[in-house]
């Protein structure tokens, strides 16, 4: 090899070198990341959104219990009215009538 | 403690009676059966200009109807299937034209003429929710048995507060408790629930070109019934049944239920079951 081939890869090698190691200083592995406030911001917001709907949940669950035993007891309100409103309704049907001799206390008379 | 209060409703007088202790709940209980007239009167008269019944005959149709007017007017077209067209509540242009056009007390007991025309029944009405629809110059009249639908009602109400009768004009109902009613001169029904309505010709008639008329109207001839009835009573489940029952009754129809006959040779007759 000649002197000029060591010193064409000589220089070669010292650009190289100078590119890995201004790829390596841009790259500036000593300083750490920041974090971005925006991200920062929305990951606060998710986590304050999801323990207002937990919160939000168990007020719905515990609001649905209470609905549904009021309406189950109302549902047996209901039936038992209606039971005895046809137990009347059956006992009342037919009107009850009797020829009798007494004072009329009113008249019926064409209407 | 027997409490009788009347006024005047629904074009006749009301009585009501309560058996009940004397004191502020009674007399709350008949004020508010006092009220409840003038409620379904405001709802179902054919006098008054701005009745909810008026402005549907008036329009044809009326929408957002009180329930009371739509369950009345339901009662009658049941009733108008299950009387075979004997109780019509579309009679209100012939018992119009038969001349009872305003309220009975103005209605003069003569008038020269013409003679009326007949007018036709059997129009169509339209229920859907709280509209309803009349057919081309269709009108109702629901005096009897709004009547009766109101003598019904305000028992229900007077009942929470004692045993009671009321009676509008002859159409009564009873809840509790028994009451003799009178029904002619010589008969007298005890009733201990149930309903009594008397429809006849021997009142509300007058004359027009001396052809006697009245307010009963044969729905078959668009002309207030001929026959040789003059009143007819009828016991029934409820008043407002009670007067649909009497009118078809009078109309020829046989009834099953207790009833009294009066016919015009002066016979009275009981049957359904009555002895």
Redesign the interface.
């Known amino acids: 090899m000649t002197d000029s081939s060591h010193r064409l890869y000589a220089v070669v090698i010292a650009v190289v070198v100078f590119f890995v190691s201004w790829a390596a200083v841009a790259a500036k592995p000593w300083a750490t990341a920041k974090p971005d406030p925006r991200l920062a911001a929305l990951a606060q917001r998710e986590q304050r959104l999801r323990a207002d709907a937990k919160l939000v949940q168990q007020v719905v669950d515990q609001r649905l219990a209470a609905y549904q035993v009021a309406l189950k007891t109302r549902k047996a309100q209901i039936a038992t009215a209606q039971a005895r409103s046809l137990q009347v309704a059956q006992s009342?049907?037919?009107?009850?009538?009797?020829?009798?001799?007494?004072?009329?206390?009113?008249?019926?008379?064409?209407? | 403690m027997m409490m009788r209060r009347t006024f005047r409703a629904m074009g006749t007088e009301v009585e009501v009676l309560l058996d009940a202790p004397v004191g502020e709940r009674a007399e709350r209980a008949l004020d508010r059966a006092e009220s409840e007239f003038e409620r379904f009167e405001q709802i179902m008269s054919r006098f008054r200009d701005d009745s909810e019944l008026s402005r549907l005959n008036r329009d044809g149709r009326i929408e957002g109807a009180s329930p009371d007017l739509v369950r009345v007017v339901k009662l009658a077209l049941e009733a108008r299937e299950h009387t075979d067209g004997r109780f019509d509540p579309t009679v209100h242009d012939a018992v119009v034209a038969a001349g009872y056009d305003r309220t009975f007390a103005d209605v003069p007991a003569e008038s020269p003429g013409p003679p009326p025309s007949p007018a036709l029944c059997g129009g169509a009405v339209h229920i859907d929710w709280s509209t309803i629809e009349l057919g081309q110059g269709t009108r109702l009249d629901l005096g009897g048995i709004g009547k009766g639908y109101a003598v019904d009602r305000v028992a229900e109400l007077l009942a929470l507060a004692g045993p009671c009768l009321v009676n509008a004009g002859g159409d009564l109902a009873v809840r509790g408790g028994a009451w003799p009613v009178g029904v002619t001169d010589e008969i007298t029904l005890e009733l201990t629930r149930g309903g009594i309505a008397t429809s006849g010709r021997d009142r509300r008639h007058w004359r027009v070109a001396d052809t006697e008329m009245h307010h009963l109207i044969d729905p078959s001839t668009g002309r207030p019934a001929d026959g040789d009835l003059v009143s007819v009573t009828v016991v029934a489940d409820s008043a407002a049944n009670a007067e649909v029952l009497a009118k078809a009754a009078f109309l020829g129809a046989v009834v099953d239920v207790p009833h009294v006959l009066v016919t015009a040779d002066g016979r009275t007759v009981l049957a359904g079951g009555l002895a």
């Not at chain 1, 037919?94 to 209407?111: E, G, K």
């Open positions: 009342t049907a037919a009107p009850a009538v009797r020829v009798v001799n007494l004072p009329p206390l009113t008249i019926t008379r064409t209407s």
